[in-house]
């Protein structure tokens, strides 16, 4: 069934950046939708997601601008970049994968529809 495993997670000043790394060990990488979530103290927020069999790719309005999804297919890796950090993106994030069909608009932040999920990883942002 295979397991995704996140990475790159840390401390960071408010304004700084990271990179997050998301293997996807999964047979069916190529026709995916992975995405990426944190969870703060409550809740569970939809953060961004690729579609791994074309260009799509969702943000939350939350992360316009700051944060951008990419992926190495020859790795089935997904990253996310984080720039310009705020202390409200302290959380535990991680990554997450779904049939395809999710990766839109209007569907990439329903955590019930992604059926397998990384361990997380930690990010803080102090000010």
């Known amino acids: 069934e295979g397991q995704l495993t996140e990475s790159g997670g840390g401390s960071v000043q408010a304004g700084g950046s990271l990179r997050l790394s998301c293997i996807a060990s999964?047979?069916?990488?190529?026709?995916?939708?992975i995405g990426w979530f944190r969870h703060p103290d409550s809740g569970r927020e939809g953060v961004a997601a690729i579609?791994?069999?074309?260009?799509?790719?969702f943000y939350a309005d939350s992360v316009k601008g700051r944060f951008t999804i990419s992926q190495d297919k020859a790795k089935k890796t997904v990253y996310l970049q984080m720039d310009d950090l705020k202390p409200e993106d302290t959380a535990k994030y991680s990554c997450?994968?779904?049939?395809?069909?999710?990766?839109?608009?209007?569907?990439?932040?329903?955590?019930?529809?992604?059926?397998?999920w990384g361990q997380g990883t930690q990010v803080t942002v102090f000010a």
């Open positions: 997450a994968v779904a049939q395809p069909q999710y990766c839109s608009a209007r569907y990439f932040t329903l955590a019930r529809e992604f059926k397998r």
């Open positions: 999964i047979s069916n990488y190529d026709e995916s939708c």
């Open positions: 579609y791994t069999g074309g260009s799509g790719r």
